[in-house]
């Protein structure tokens, strides 16, 4: 979930807005540290925290928080088991922020760096209690610039989504952006057909035209670790893509749409073309997890969807979440 976008909407429309973050976990918890959850003051929210009745607890705080004047960031620590009688077991601590109109600029820059780009937030507590936030390039080093005393710790935009470059918009392009809509990805979608595109896609999908022959140019601003998916309508420009990806080594996933017949003529291709047995090795295809049969363009994406969860669950790299964002914690190294 972007959440900054969602305090931004929340504000437009209603005029103010409570930001719900778990920023400690201990033990079992429905969801990491982290995780957030933004509540409108009609009762409407976005996000989860994870359900039950913690998260229903953390309804009525944030409710009660809107109806104060806007102040310090609240903060409570509940055991799961003797306090909400769940069987998590676990500790988890929240924090409650609010927010009103006098926030619109500031909660504005935050919303327009959660596009998948790296960038991390540098916070802290000011002396009011209120969390001020620092937006940081992923290329920069350390943290904001210390107070004396103050304590600072990072938290990532987009609650760790990771990038993904999705080619080809055709159906299954289609059902993939679709799948991947409400799971922690941020999306680039690309295809050389402007037309090939839907009139909208999920929040976290940006629709890319790049006209023949730059679909595969657009890898060279692929961060390291994004995970890569062809599926375009033309055999010869899936090719180029994937050899691309592959001879870059940087990617935690190429994957390319089609049958084993399809990958070993590719492979056979690009070994001819001077690429490596390592690069080629990393090729998956086919695409999607083992045991889901069927070839609608729906099962495919949902498959894919899983795939790349897994694979983002195996190897979260410089996406990782981070799993104490408490006022307590010690600067954390961002992405």
């Given at each position: 979930?972007?959440?900054?976008?969602?305090?931004?909407?929340?504000?437009?429309?209603?005029?103010?807005?409570?930001?719900?973050?778990?920023?400690?976990?201990?033990?079992?918890?429905?969801?990491?540290?982290?995780?957030?959850?933004?509540?409108?003051?009609?009762?409407?929210?976005?996000?989860?925290?994870?359900?039950?009745?913690?998260?229903?607890?953390a309804l009525a705080a944030a409710q009660a928080e809107l109806k104060r004047v806007r102040g310090p960031a609240v903060r409570r620590s509940l055991a799961l088991g003797p306090e909400l009688a769940q069987c998590c077991g676990g500790r988890v601590e929240w924090r409650i922020e609010t927010f009103d109109r006098r926030d619109a600029a500031e909660l504005a820059n935050l919303a327009a760096a959660e596009d998948g780009s790296g960038a991390s937030v540098a916070a802290w507590v000011d002396s009011g209690g209120r969390v001020e936030r620092m937006v940081r390039a992923k290329a920069a080093a350390g943290g904001c610039e210390a107070g004396p005393g103050r304590e600072e710790w990072t938290e990532p935009l987009g609650e760790g989504a990771r990038p993904v470059y999705l080619f080809g918009a055709g159906h299954v392009g289609r059902a993939l952006a679709l799948a991947l809509g409400p799971l922690p990805f941020a999306v680039r979608w690309i295809d050389s057909r402007a037309e090939a595109f839907p009139a909208y896609a999920p929040a976290n999908v940006a629709m890319a035209h790049a006209p023949a022959p730059a679909p595969a140019a657009e890898l060279m601003n692929a961060p390291a670790g994004a995970l890569v998916v062809v599926m375009t309508h033309s055999h010869p420009l899936d090719l180029e893509i994937v050899a691309e990806a592959l001879r870059l080594e940087r990617f935690g996933f190429v994957g390319l749409i089609g049958s084993a017949t399809k990958r070993a003529r590719f492979l056979s291709q690009m070994r001819a073309a001077g690429l490596s047995e390592a690069m080629l090795a990393k090729l998956v295809c086919p695409i999607g997890l083992k045991g889901i049969a069927g070839k609608e363009p729906a099962v495919i994406a949902a498959s894919t969807a899983a795939q790349l969860l897994a694979v983002g669950q195996a190897d979260l790299g410089p996406f990782a979440s981070i799993h104490d964002l408490s006022p307590s914690a010690r600067l954390l190294k961002g992405p």
């Amino acid at each position: 979930m972007r959440a900054f976008r969602r305090l931004v909407e929340a504000i437009e429309a209603e005029g103010s807005a409570a930001l719900v973050t778990l920023t400690r976990v201990e033990g079992s918890s429905p969801r990491e540290a982290g995780a957030r959850m933004v509540v409108r003051p009609s009762g409407g929210f976005h996000g989860t925290i994870g359900g039950g009745a913690l998260e229903w607890e953390a309804l009525a705080a944030a409710q009660a928080e809107l109806k104060r004047v806007r102040g310090p960031a609240v903060r409570r620590s509940l055991a799961l088991g003797p306090e909400l009688a769940q069987c998590c077991g676990g500790r988890v601590e929240w924090r409650i922020e609010t927010f009103d109109r006098r926030d619109a600029a500031e909660l504005a820059n935050l919303a327009a760096a959660e596009d998948g780009s790296g960038a991390s937030v540098a916070a802290w507590v000011d002396s009011g209690g209120r969390v001020e936030r620092m937006v940081r390039a992923k290329a920069a080093a350390g943290g904001c610039e210390a107070g004396p005393g103050r304590e600072e710790w990072t938290e990532p935009l987009g609650e760790g989504a990771r990038p993904v470059y999705l080619f080809g918009a055709g159906h299954v392009g289609r059902a993939l952006a679709l799948a991947l809509g409400p799971l922690p990805f941020a999306v680039r979608w690309i295809d050389s057909r402007a037309e090939a595109f839907p009139a909208y896609a999920p929040a976290n999908v940006a629709m890319a035209h790049a006209p023949a022959p730059a679909p595969a140019a657009e890898l060279m601003n692929a961060p390291a670790g994004a995970l890569v998916v062809v599926m375009t309508h033309s055999h010869p420009l899936d090719l180029e893509i994937v050899a691309e990806a592959l001879r870059l080594e940087r990617f935690g996933f190429v994957g390319l749409i089609g049958s084993a017949t399809k990958r070993a003529r590719f492979l056979s291709q690009m070994r001819a073309a001077g690429l490596s047995e390592a690069m080629l090795a990393k090729l998956v295809c086919p695409i999607g997890l083992k045991g889901i049969a069927g070839k609608e363009p729906a099962v495919i994406a949902a498959s894919t969807a899983a795939q790349l969860l897994a694979v983002g669950q195996a190897d979260l790299g410089p996406f990782a979440s981070i799993h104490d964002l408490s006022p307590s914690a010690r600067l954390l190294k961002g992405p």
